[in-house]
Nanobody
Framework: QVRLVESGGGLVQPGGSLRLSCAASGLIFSRYVMAWYRQGPGKQRELVANIAGGGSTNYADSVKGRFTISRDNAKSTVYLQMNSLKPEDTAVYYC?????????WGQGTQVTVSS
């Protein structure tokens, strides 16, 4: 059974930082392209960043220079380091794993940026 479990969300002030983690189990992690998505209040879910098994990355323009995605294949975990957070980053953040026709989602973790 495949599971993706996010952690690390919370309440942070503007300008602050958070590190999200997504621990995967039940799959060959290194084969999967891992991604972080987010869905803000009243908005559609959007791609934040993704990372291939070999480490190549892509970022949404809105987070370039502030967020960093990384992975540890030995720990089957993907991370999202978020710096210089803004109120518009407030959203539920989801982890997704994709390999061929297989897609798996985590349950999400809430990030709230507010003073």
């Amino acid at each position: 059974q495949v599971r993706l479990v996010e952690s690390g969300g919370g309440l942070v002030q503007p300008g602050g930082s958070l590190r999200l983690s997504c621990a995967a189990s039940g799959l060959i992690f290194s084969r999967y392209v891992m991604a972080w998505y987010r869905q803000g209040p009243g908005k559609q879910r959007e791609l934040v960043a993704n990372i291939a098994g070999g480490g190549s990355t892509n970022y949404a323009d809105s987070v370039k220079g502030r967020f960093t995605i990384s992975r540890d294949n030995a720990k089957s975990t993907v991370y999202l380091q978020m710096n210089s957070l803004k109120p518009e980053d407030t959203a539920v953040y989801y982890c997704k794993g994709t390999y061929s026709w297989s897609q798996y989602w985590g349950q999400g973790t809430q990030v709230t940026v507010s003073s």
